[in-house]
């Protein structure tokens, strides 16, 4: 990448979507990991890996029982989303010797959450997108770690699978030098010209957190990293990472205009019999945000089953 690229893409974007939270934040490398406070005593625990230009409050409206312990990451030079609390650095953390912004150190940071703070033994693993590469990735990293976990994985990055056609059309002409210049048309544009196209029909809760998709990272060449990363992610990894996958759900919306449905598809029934696939009848990427009715209960969580 060039210099010039480089010196237009570091430059800070500021923080633009933040909610109230209770609990606690610790800063792993350079994401973040954090546990809201739960009024009942724990029964479940709910990791929550949010997608491409998210932010962990996709899941905070979808657990909010008082006996779901929630642990919700921030990928790494994404912004915390979360007002007036300073996070701290845990005993806990190891150096992360992967590239940020990437699903592999994004995985390190989850498998670094996963193996400390839960502290029922009943745990699901919910990734939306790109967050369901890192809970992959993170499988692939520590298998034996995952071996009594369910996974959730909504509309997700898998192996062998693409971007929407239309996604691949608009990135295609864009250089990186482009990315600043673009972002800020985004920005300026009103989101009814593009957000039926690619966010489905709007709701409330959708509007409020996809209208600042863009502020989501702390700099552009973030967003940059994560796109090449992703692509790269998928025609790589080969489908056989679900053999270490016991426990779990692809939710697949019926209509997806930012990953290709049927790629993600053909690529979900590649996985052992182990994992359910449920075809949703969600009209977007965004299967949580429509309707939190896609949810799995936590009858499906590998304890509750046993039991």
Wanted: hydrophobic share 40%; glycine share 6%.
């Amino acid at each position: 990448m060039k210099a010039s690229h480089v010196r237009k893409l570091i430059k800070p974007i500021e923080s633009a979507y933040s909610e109230m939270f209770s609990g606690q934040v610790y800063r792993v490398g350079k994401g973040a990991v954090s546990v809201r406070n739960h009024s009942g005593k724990a029964e479940q625990t709910v990791v929550g890996v949010h997608g491409f230009l998210e932010n962990h409050c996709y899941f905070t409206q979808a657990y909010e029982a008082p006996t779901t312990e929630l642990i919700l990451l921030t990928c790494s030079n994404y912004h915390i989303p979360v007002n007036g609390i300073t996070p701290e650095a845990p005993d806990w953390e190891v150096p992360i010797r992967h590239l940020e912004g990437t699903i592999e150190y994004d995985a390190c940071i989850l498998n670094q959450a996963l193996s400390n703070l839960p502290t029922t033994g009943n745990i699901r693993v919910h990734g939306h997108s790109r967050g369901g590469a890192v809970i992959l990735e993170a499988i692939k990293q520590w298998p034996e770690l995952f071996e009594d976990m369910e996974v959730v994985l909504e509309a997700p990055v898998l192996p062998q699978g693409k971007l929407h056609a239309l996604v691949t059309t608009l990135l295609e002409p864009v250089s990186h030098g482009m990315w600043p210049w673009l972002i800020r048309l985004i920005n300026n544009a009103p989101s009814s010209t593009y957000g039926q196209t690619f966010f489905g029909k709007m709701n409330p809760r959708k509007k409020q957190l996809l209208s600042k998709l863009f502020s989501a990272t702390k700099d552009h060449l973030t967003i940059v990293r994560n796109i090449e990363n992703i692509m790269d992610w998928m025609a790589r990894t080969d489908t056989s990472i679900y053999n270490h996958v016991r426990h779990g759900t692809f939710l697949i919306p019926a209509v997806d205009r930012i990953l290709d449905r049927s790629s993600m598809l053909a690529s979900a029934r590649q996985s052992p019999t182990t994992m359910r696939i449920v075809e949703t009848e969600a009209p977007s990427h965004f299967i949580t945000l429509d309707s939190k009715e896609w949810v799995p209960g936590f009858e499906t969580l590998p304890a509750a089953a046993q039991g």
